[in-house]
């Protein structure tokens, strides 16, 4: 479904992505796991066209879409929400939720989405007139998903979606990640919380200063010494 080959991307003279790779099939959970500053951010900032790399390609559903304009690629098909969640803070919940859909005409389409994200977050509905700003976190985040899924994506980027929330809420939103790829929607995950990003993930990829170091299936680097010193805590 998708396919990143070899792209280089600059920040300036900053060089923050050094020839990346990686593959997602349709139907799966990857993840990315990596320190901070790894480039995790940057690379999906590139998918979603944010961001240009200098060199390489970016094949979605075997076409090119590297550097073309970030509405061009959600209306392919790729939605992408952001890190520190990035909702409309003197818009009601609802509203948040409309802008989701903006590039779509298809008005019942649109309705039934809605239905679907009050189904998969109850919590949205109930506050659907209040004002985003006064959601608590994990309210928030389950309104940037809920806004990214309006769009109707195949494929749904996800920046660190357990930043900040506590333990529970993070079980929350992992079961909810989860709920999402059952129905379709395929899905790469950056995440600090390897271990939980690795308990849901179907392969996943290591990205150490800006290059892949290590990929596999999520049981592989589950198991591997170097991801459990590094990322797991070491145990
Ligand atoms: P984090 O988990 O901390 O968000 P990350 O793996 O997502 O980390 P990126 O945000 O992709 O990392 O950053 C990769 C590198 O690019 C870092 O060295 C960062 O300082 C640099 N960088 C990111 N954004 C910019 C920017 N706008 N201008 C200059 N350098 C940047």
């Known amino acids: 479904m998708l396919q990143v080959e070899s792209i280089d991307v600059f920040y300036g003279n900053i060089q923050a992505l050094k020839g990346v790779s990686l593959e997602v099939k349709k139907g799966e959970i990857v993840t990315l796991i990596g320190a901070n500053g790894a480039g995790k951010s940057t690379l999906l900032k590139t998918i979603s066209g944010l961001l240009k790399p200098k060199k390489g390609d970016i094949l979605y559903e075997g076409k090119s879409i590297a550097g073309k304009a970030a509405q061009t690629i959600v209306k392919q098909g790729i939605s992408h929400v952001p890190e520190g969640r990035r909702i409309f803070a003197n818009m009601t919940v609802e509203e948040n939720l409309e802008l989701g859909a ?20 109850p919590r949205l509905y109930e506050r659907r007139k209040q004002l985003a700003g006064t959601l608590s976190g994990g309210e928030q985040q389950m309104l940037a998903i809920g806004r990214a899924l309006m769009a109707r994506p195949r494929l749904l980027l996800l920046d660190e979606p357990s930043m900040g929330l506590a333990p529970l809420l993070v079980k929350t939103i992992f079961r909810i990640i989860e709920e999402i790829n059952s129905f379709g929607t395929t899905i790469l995950l950056v ?12 392969r996943a990829y290591v990205i150490e200063s800006g290059r892949v170091v ?7 680097l589950n198991a591997s010494e170097q991801v459990k010193k590094a990322y797991l805590g070491g145990q």
Do not use: C, H, W
Not at 106 to 120: A, H, M, N, S, T
Not at 191 to 202: T, V
Not at 214 to 220: I, N, P, R, V
């Open 102 to 121: 903006f590039l779509r005409k298809d008005k019942p389409g649109i309705q039934q989405d809605f239905e679907k994200v009050y189904q998969l977050f």
């Open 191 to 202: 995440e600090q919380n390897a271990n939980m990003a690795l308990s849901i993930a179907d």
């Open 214 to 220: 290590l990929s596999g299936t999520a049981q592989e």
